[in-house]
């Protein structure tokens, strides 16, 4: 469906893009992804930009980057009177850098925008099993964390070629609440080649009783570029079909729903009333100031990928030029859509008032003319989303199909982002998908 309805040309970069970025934040509050592109190995389904790093120098040199790029930004935003509300580091793996690492890129934040000195990361359990580790983190500003569990399941773990132990981590989950971190979520992944839907529920009965506020529970993507998709290729290995995928969907939303977890997004699970991970409504919805190699931003009226070469990030950061490969504008009209999109298919919510908050302007002006409105009309009719006097929210029924809208998306555009520009640093033009 996403390469039906969703075309979108990337072209090089040039100074008018700066210029581009700079006049397209119209909004005051906005939000910083850091992208940390370093593992010490690759998981064989993992579709983001990432590259196997041992060498500890390699990894400092990269934070100097990550500085140099913020305070680039600092110069070319310095007018706008921005504030920073939230500060997001995913990759990879971010629990490669240390606590004195992450205080330097906040303190560098705080050098060039008003902001806060807080950080949250995505984390390997395995990089958490040593107690003083944790407590460095959180000395220097870590606050949130999303730990990378994936499955309580030793067979699932080897299928996912995950180097971590189920002990390393519940360790990880006792060191992170031992140590002050209050807001600990915890990723989970099903459709895992060969996972059955015993397999999925006995995974989530395990991951209800640990100490933890979040659990976020993904479908495994398999993109063409992983280094497992040639094991599907030859048809060593399979996943689950579509029917046990969507006894897989609701499955989640009863058990995790029946044990004192509030559904807040689609794959999201809250134990805290109001708060989740946010990730994906920033990447969505924006306003996004994307720093590092192979980090995505969105401006809200311009979207843009930086280059996704270790080498060629640091030269252009170390030369002053902001590292951006490739760009494109985007309209209010899209926008509009891509908000509609997020708060029903992932917030699993849509309210008017939000709506009018964000874009000036009342939904049904703004959708209710469009083409969308007929994509919504059907989804009505199926009774996939119900209206309701504030708004419009996704109902049970339509819970699966915003799975497979979400699936189709994330495969076809961000993923298909990541390949291409994986495949050279300053590519001349990029189509998606």
């Given at each position: 469906?996403?390469?039906?309805?969703?075309?979108?040309?990337?072209?090089?970069?040039?100074?008018?893009?700066?210029?581009?970025?700079?006049?397209?934040?119209?909004?005051?509050?906005?939000?910083?992804?850091?992208?940390?592109?370093?593992?010490?190995?690759?998981?064989?389904?993992?579709?983001?930009?990432?590259?196997?790093?041992?060498?500890?120098?390699?990894?400092?040199?990269?934070?100097?980057?990550?500085?140099?790029?913020?305070?680039?930004?600092?110069?070319?935003?310095?007018?706008?009177?921005?504030?920073?509300?939230?500060?997001?580091?995913?990759?990879?793996?971010?629990?490669?850098?240390?606590?004195e690492q992450f205080e330097r890129i906040l303190s560098t934040l705080a050098e060039c925008f008003e902001t806060k000195s807080e950080i949250a990361i995505e984390a390997n359990p395995e990089d958490l099993t040593d107690e003083s580790r944790v407590f460095d983190l959180v000395d220097h500003g870590v606050t949130e964390v999303s730990l990378g569990v994936q499955s309580f399941n030793p067979q699932m773990l080897r299928r996912l070629g995950r180097r971590h132990s189920v002990e390393d981590s519940i360790r990880s989950i006792e060191n992170l609440r031992q140590a002050g971190v209050n807001r600990i979520n915890i990723d989970m992944m099903y459709m895992i080649p060969g996972q059955s839907i015993d397999d999925w529920?006995?995974?989530?009965?395990?991951?209800?009783?640990?100490?933890?506020?979040?659990?976020?529970?993904?479908?495994?993507?398999?993109?063409?570029?992983?280094?497992?998709?040639?094991?599907?290729?030859?048809?060593?290995?399979?996943?689950?079909?579509?029917?046990?995928?969507?006894?897989?969907?609701?499955?989640?939303?009863?058990?995790?729903?029946?044990?004192?977890?509030?559904?807040?997004?689609?794959?999201?699970?809250?134990?805290?009333h109001g708060w989740k991970y946010v990730t994906v409504n920033y990447e969505m919805e924006g306003p996004l100031l994307g720093i590092g190699c192979g980090a995505m931003g969105f401006t809200g009226g311009c979207e843009y990928v930086n280059t996704c070469s270790v080498s060629e990030y640091i030269r252009s950061t170390f030369n002053e030029k902001i590292p951006v490969a490739g760009a494109r504008l985007v309209s209010s009209k899209e926008r509009a859509i891509r908000y509609t999109v997020c708060r029903l298919f992932v917030c699993r919510d849509l309210k008017f008032e939000d709506f009018r908050l964000k874009f000036k302007e009342d939904f049904r002006n703004v959708i209710g003319r469009s083409s969308f409105s007929g994509f919504l009309t059907l989804l009505r009719l199926l009774r996939y989303i119900q209206g309701y006097p504030k708004g419009i929210r996704l109902t049970r029924k339509g819970l699966f199909t915003a799975h497979l809208v979400c699936w189709a998306f994330v495969s076809n555009v961000p993923c298909r982002i990541c390949e291409e520009y994986m495949k050279t640093a300053w590519p001349t033009e990029v189509t998606i998908p």
């Open positions: 469906m996403a390469k039906k309805v969703f075309k979108a040309v990337f072209k090089k970069a040039d100074s008018s893009t700066f210029e581009t970025i700079q006049r397209t934040l119209k909004e005051k509050e906005l939000a910083v992804y850091i992208h940390i592109p370093f593992c010490r190995s690759i998981c064989l389904y993992c579709p983001y930009v990432r590259y196997v790093v041992h060498d500890p120098k390699v990894i400092s040199k990269y934070v100097d980057a990550l500085e140099a790029e913020i305070r680039l930004y600092g110069n070319l935003l310095r007018d706008l009177d921005l504030s920073i509300v939230d500060i997001h580091a995913g990759g990879g793996t971010p629990s490669l850098l240390s606590g529920e006995r995974d989530l009965e395990i991951a209800v009783e640990q100490d933890v506020d979040e659990i976020t529970c993904y479908p495994t993507l398999i993109t063409e570029y992983c280094p497992g998709y040639r094991l599907v290729k030859k048809r060593k290995i399979s996943q689950p079909n579509k029917r046990t995928f969507k006894k897989m969907v609701y499955a989640t939303e009863d058990l995790l729903s029946s044990r004192g977890f509030e559904p807040v997004e689609i794959y999201g699970y809250s134990r805290k």
